[in-house]
């Protein structure tokens, strides 16, 4: 059958395995996967970086607009401000804006507003999504092409040995005033990596079980 026009055959990846091998062994890499607030100063490469961004890189995302954009940051004066930024936001956030239910909600984690470890981090990743294309083009399902492709950022990173955290200060915007980016590129999520540190802890948490997250309609 003739091809459409720009279309390629797939490639299809095959592991070779059993599927259910192959996804029981992921699914156990994945499930000592942490969130982490305690980081080393222990270097990780830019190259290292750039292959974690590359796999987010290769996310579904509408109308292939791949409308994201990914700015590693490991400069200590950048990192510095950042973190006053996130701070300040933080401050209002837990002595203003957060209910009361929210707050007891994030007690058991232990946050505050203090974010040391993002001075300690080797890398800070700024994760922005895309609100036009560069030349201003119209780009589709933003939010959900976005979340898709920090997801894989997240499980490369792990997949290499580092740890990550999903940090949100709210409002953002100051992330980008500090990178200099520009106004169609919007922060969408600040994610801390590296190595854990050596006394790292992490709440006691469970996840929930298959059967309260999967519906089989066969």
Not at 16 to 30: D, I, L, N
Not at 129 to 135: A, V
Request: some cysteine.
């Amino acid at each position: 059958m003739p091809l459409p026009p720009k279309h390629v055959k797939l490639q299809r990846f095959d592991p070779g395995e059993r599927p259910e091998t192959v996804a029981k062994r992921f699914y156990e890499t994945m499930n000592s996967r942490r969130t982490v607030r305690m980081f080393s100063d222990r270097p990780v490469s830019v190259e290292t970086i750039e292959w974690v961004v590359r796999a987010a890189g290769t996310a579904p995302s509408g109308a292939n607009k791949q409308p994201w954009r990914f700015v590693a940051v490991s400069d200590p004066a950048l990192k510095k401000q950042i973190r006053e930024g996130a701070e300040q936001e933080e401050r209002e956030f837990y002595g203003r804006i957060a209910p009361p239910e929210w707050l007891a909600d994030l007690a058991p984690f232990g946050t505050d507003d203090d974010k040391a470890f993002l001075e300690t981090v080797p890398w800070l990743i700024v994760a922005f999504k895309m609100m036009k294309t560069d030349e201003g083009g119209q780009v589709y399902y933003v939010n959900e092409s976005v979340g898709i492709a920090i997801g894989m950022l997240l499980a490369a990173a792990h997949h290499a040995g580092l740890a990550t955290l999903t940090h949100t200060p709210s409002p953002m915007k100051f992330l980008g005033q500090i990178l200099g980016r520009p106004e169609h590129e919007r922060p969408y999520l600040l994610i801390p990596i590296g190595y854990p540190s050596e006394d790292c802890v992490v709440p006691a948490i469970t996840r929930k079980p298959l059967d309260e997250i999967l519906v089989v309609r066969s």
